[in-house]
């Protein structure tokens, strides 16, 4: 038995990437029977929009601050040269995914590492393929400079048109989608589980762990739930790519139990002082790999 999960998300969200410990415990719980799909949102097409909006590099920072004391992600606080719009990094990641789920899914990481960890821009070419440049099996210099195809604006598109069809839907009703004056769209991360027959439930904008999981519970019973691990090792193999401190610790949280993030920083701690992980600084925190 396996579950889709339609993934509405941007690179430039900090809801969207402040929902990565949430989503990673998803991914160790229920592993491959969940079969993710991302949308990509296309939240702002140029920096200009941004700008009417009153947003400057000085109040992005500041959001930041917020972001981190309450989820936990890494961030840096060095302001950008200016806000971007986020369509070029958007139209990366598709091209990404459409090459393979997995790059894509890794392209979305590094792009939001990029916005949120760096005073590097989503809008800039160069920024991009310093990014991308890292993802095993994807050519950074062949993707950015494919950026301006007709079939990846076409392909994007298509995912801003789904994005934009959320008119009467549950996210709706629940005040979690957007609209800026066009029609109602669903808001990063918003998640729809669809099973194999084609019923579906929706978890629009961010939630926690407990929603998700609720909904799996009441949608797919039958789905196997991986127990909970105290051990980060164990855990960490899991994730070739890595974890952050935040996502570890959601992975490791027991359902209801509060969040421990010193306690998870201390087990990984301990675990790199063994050899058995490695750390790699990331903004204010850290990714952690199996050694």
């Not at 095993?136 to 494919?146: H, N, T």
Request: glycine residues 8%; hydrophobic residues 40%.
């Amino acid at each position: 038995m396996s579950v889709s999960v339609t993934h509405f998300t941007d690179p430039g969200c900090p809801w969207a990437y402040s929902a990565r410990p949430a989503h990673a415990a998803l991914r160790w719980r229920y592993g491959d029977q969940l079969d993710w799909r991302l949308v990509l949102i296309g939240l702002a097409e140029r920096a200009e929009v941004y700008e009417e909006r009153g947003y400057t590099p000085e109040r992005q920072v500041e959001g930041y601050r917020m972001f981190s004391t309450r989820f936990g992600m890494p961030f840096g606080y060095e302001p950008k040269p200016r806000v971007s719009g986020t369509s070029r990094g958007c139209r990366a990641i598709v091209v990404a995914r459409d090459q393979d789920p997995a790059l894509g899914d890794a392209a979305l990481r590094a792009l939001q590492l990029l916005q949120f960890t760096t005073p590097g821009r989503l809008d800039d070419d160069a920024d991009l393929r310093a990014a991308l440049a890292g993802i095993d099996g994807l050519d950074a210099d062949a993707l950015v400079a494919s950026l301006d195809d007709a079939d990846v604006w076409a392909r994007y598109d298509v995912d801003r048109a789904l994005t934009r069809s959320a008119e009467g839907t549950p996210t709706h009703a629940q005040g979690k989608t957007a609209s800026h004056g066009g029609p109602e769209r669903y808001t990063a991360p918003s998640l729809i589980f669809r099973t194999e027959d084609g019923r579906s439930l929706e978890a629009g904008g961010f939630q926690s762990l407990e929603a998700y999981d609720v909904i799996l519970a009441n949608l797919a019973p039958g789905l196997e739930r991986r127990p909970v691990t105290e051990d980060p090792v164990e855990l960490l193999a899991a994730f070739p790519e890595g974890l952050t401190t935040a996502e570890v610790a959601e992975a490791m949280r027991r359902d209801l139990a509060p969040d421990d993030r010193a306690g998870a920083l201390a087990a990984l701690t301990r675990a790199a002082q063994a050899g058995d992980v490695r750390r790699a600084d990331v903004g204010d925190d850290a990714l952690w790999y199996a050694a």
